[in-house]
């Protein structure tokens, strides 16, 4: 089988209104190369559901997200992301704000057909206060309450990794894996791009095989972008381009907003939009972070 | 053990937060900012050797990592992997004390790290979001850490959105006591304080050197229990210090508390 496709194939699969995940987390390892071909669309009216970064503060900005589903929205070092501020203080976006640990619940729900996942987290706060959809329930087993975190069904699952076969074998050998798992297995459909694309072989090694976080029956496709997690890191590979979010933060405060960045960076393909941040080279040269 | 009479503020803050561990045992100490990471590295170094820690991205590690660039061909003492998905299995189990930095703290102890002023819907102003603050505060216990005492943060009324679960009765779930609920120190620029007063009423634990009683009031939107005797806040000792200073080479502690003060302040230097 190969799942070996384009970003242009994997856009042409989505449609209005659709529930997406992303995986990664705020500036780390985002499927951005995707993002961005989201952005030439004219994809509307999405529901995101995000450990959020700059994937969701530009799909917000460019008016194509009706609700997001998070429990935060941060670069990180710039800990607000300013786009995504914008929409919820201009009031343009519907949330579900939830707990970071709540989503990954949700997440599991979907990927095991489960209508919910009860959990002790939550109660006490406005998570349950803000949210119509999310239920306090009874437990048959003991007299307290109980949060029945709903199911997060994707529609679709974009996620960004280290290494991919054309059957859809896909690594992250990076330090941390975040939920991707649950995301690739919540999802009707699960489209992965990756730096680099290898042969079946490569797995042979155990070691390698053991970077491997969900079976290839949850990835749909398979798209090779080199540095296609650009702004964001994608370790051991390459870091968070720190001058680059610097500037797309910059244009949040400038009138021309997110166009002027669009204009400047975005290209009418990948290949466009690397020349304007100064070549693959220099994406792999960027330093990773010191926490 | 001797006391240092030149330290900054910031290092005094470190040195009193660090307390908040050292009765711990074998937890995860998470310290977000770099004044909470340090008190949970300076606890790991004196007072409370079996405490756990990460480092900050997908590492526990035996030793804490000092902060910022480190030289070349330095080695972290990993111990395990943790990535982000395994930390939620170690904040349900309880085995874990943060400590952080909300936007808004109220007289129950809840927190905002979200939405400010406003509606809900349209806030005036929109921070983080909720995190992992409604999980970590029903799930183990937590501290706060505040650079700026003032009665924005410590607010009048209750919290714009409430992040974290705290001692109010009205939003007790069913089948919990207010006693499940453990909020430890609240470390700020002027004292320590705790949830420990009648009805865990915010209560006066030390003053910062130079700093009054009716300083910390009026800097908080909410009547705060002042005990008969409140005692100083602990210097830190010349060890400590040297173990901050180690554990902090490139001094980032300096940039975290406006204008960097010294540890004693002359009395009405900012009042």
Redesign the interface.
Known sequence: MDKRMSAAAVVAQLEDGMTLGIGGWGPRRKPMALVREILRSDLKALTLVSYGGADVGMLCATGKVKKVVFAFVSLDFIPLEPYFRQARQSGSIEVMEIDEGMMLLGLRAASWGLPFMPTEVGLGTDIINRNASIKVIDSPYDDKEWVAMPALKLDVSLIHVDKADARGVCQIAGPDHYMDDAFARAAEKTFVSCDELVDSTYFHDPAQARLVYWERSATTGVVPIAGGAHPTSCAPRYGFDVPHFKAYAASAKQDSGIQGYLEQFLGANEDEYQHSVGGLDAIRAIELPTY | MTAATDYTLAELCVAAASRAFENDGEVLATGIGVIPRLAASLAMKTTNPDLMMT?????MLSEP?PL???PDGFVPATES?M???RI?DN??SGKRHAMLGPTQIDRFG?SNT??LG??????????????????N???HPNSFFVPSHNTRVFMDGECD??????Y?PD??????SLDD?DIRLVVTDLCVMDFGGPDHQIRLLSLHPGITAEQVQKSTGYPVHIPGHVPTTVPPTQAQLAIITALDPHNQRAGQIKDNPPGVRPPADRY
């Open positions: 480092d900050s991205e997908a590492w990592n910022g660039k480190r992997w990535g982000f998905s939620f904040v349900w809840q979200s939405a406003g509606t809900y819907d349209k806030p005036k102003v929109m921070m983080l979001g909720a995190r992992g603050f409604p999980g505060s029903i799930s959105f409430v992040s974290s679960i705290g109010n939003r007790l779930p069913k089948g919990h609920i």
